[in-house]
C-alpha cells in the first residue's frame, strides 16, 4: 500500500513562506486529482488547494487565492503546495490527499505554524 508523507511545515512569522512536500512510498498510476487540505484546532479539514489531473485545472479556497500555489510534481513527490504571505489564521495541520483510479491515500500531516 502505496503511503503519503508530507515535509516541509514549521514555525514561520506572518508573512513568510513555506513550501509543504508530499512523498510517495511508490508510484501511483492514473491519479485523478490532488489536494492539500488543512485543519486547525477544533475546526473542520478544509481542502485548501486542487489539482484536477484531467482538465489540467487548478482550484482553491477565497482565503488562499492569490498566495498559495499547488502544483504537480513527480511520482515521487506528486504534489507541492508554495504558501506565500502566511497568516496567523494559516496556522494548521497540513495534509495531502491524493484521489487515484486504485483509491485515496492521505498522508499524517505536517505542522504549520504562523506566529511572531
Known amino acids: 500500500q502505496v503511503q503519503l508523507v508530507e515535509s516541509g511545515g514549521g514555525l514561520v512569522q506572518p508573512g513568510g513562506s513555506l513550501t509543504l512536500s508530499c512523498a510517495s512510498s511508490?508510484?501511483?498510476?492514473?491519479?485523478?486529482?490532488m489536494h492539500w487540505y488543512r485543519q486547525a484546532p477544533g475546526k473542520q479539514r478544509e481542502a485548501v488547494a486542487s489539482?484536477?489531473?484531467?482538465?489540467?485545472?487548478?482550484s482553491y479556497v477565497d482565503s488562499v487565492r492569490g498566495r498559495f500555489t499547488i502544483s504537480r510534481g513527480t511520482s515521487k513527490n506528486p504534489v507541492f503546495l508554495q504558501m506565500n504571505n502566511l497568516k496567523p489564521e494559516d496556522t494548521a495541520v497540513y495534509f495531502c490527499?491524493?484521489?487515484?483510479?486504485?483509491?485515496?491515500?492521505w498522508g499524517q500531516g505536517t505542522q504549520v505554524t504562523v506566529s511572531s
Open positions: 511508490g508510484t501511483i498510476f492514473e491519479i485523478h486529482a
Open positions: 489539482i484536477f489531473t484531467s482538465s489540467g485545472t487548478h
Open positions: 490527499h491524493v484521489v487515484a483510479k486504485s483509491g485515496n491515500y
